[in-house]
């Protein structure tokens, strides 16, 4: 998979968005991912504190541009997102904490789009108790956008493997993947019980 990973962050693309100079290299795509989820964590706590601190509301009340905006948001995220794995897929894809992130994602989206049904689907009625299960959701909502944002920040404390900026060499061993140098250098520590020495020659 190491091999595959270093492959892949050699693609044109990939190091365009690492390498560049241009603030509309990864900077610019750093910041587009920031205000994806600006639109679609910080709309959806909006919308799940005033779940929350409500006890009726009119059903009449339009959500459906709120709704768009987050989905937006989720949009420029997911497409972002996809160009900053590229640029660094193997201290993402190497690393647990990205997954939980990923997790945290797919349940936020689904507690938003459940929230919705349940709470501003129009009906009849002019205004309608808070549910139970609104709450619940909201509830929910907001303990995984943090769980996001968490993991997020963790991304760039916990990762063990950085092939682009790290350069060392792997080979398959008995135990998966050892590293060694292209000149002998002390031994690193990688991480995951993984030594490794850093190549000091482009090989």
Not at 10 to 27: I, M, Y
Not at 45 to 53: F, N, T
Not at 171 to 195: E, I, M, N
């Amino acid at each position: 998979m190491l091999s595959w990973l270093a492959t892949l962050e050699q693609t044109p693309l990939s190091v365009l968005l690492r390498e560049s100079p241009s603030l509309w290299a990864f900077p610019f795509v750093l910041y587009l991912h920031t205000l994806g989820l600006a639109l679609l964590a910080g709309l959806s706590v909006a919308i799940d504190l005033w779940v929350l601190a409500a006890r009726t509301w009119p059903r009449s009340v339009a959500m459906a541009g709120l709704h768009r905006a987050m989905w937006l948001g989720f949009s420029i995220n997911a497409l972002s997102g996809l160009a900053l794995l590229l640029a660094y897929p193997a201290k993402a894809l190497t690393n647990w904490v990205f997954f939980a992130k990923l997790s945290c994602v797919v349940l936020a989206m689904v507690a938003l789009e459940q929230l919705r049904r349940e709470a501003f689907t129009p009906t009849g009625e002019a205004r309608l108790d808070v549910s139970a299960r609104a709450r619940w959701l909201a509830a929910a909502s907001l303990c995984l956008w943090a769980g996001t944002i968490l993991a997020g920040r963790m991304l760039a404390y916990t990762y063990t493997i950085l092939l682009a900026s790290e350069p060392y060499c792997w080979t398959p061993s008995s135990t998966g993947y050892a590293t060694h140098s292209c000149r002998h250098s002390s031994p690193r520590f990688v991480g995951h019980g993984l030594s490794a020495k850093r190549c000091t020659s482009a090989g």
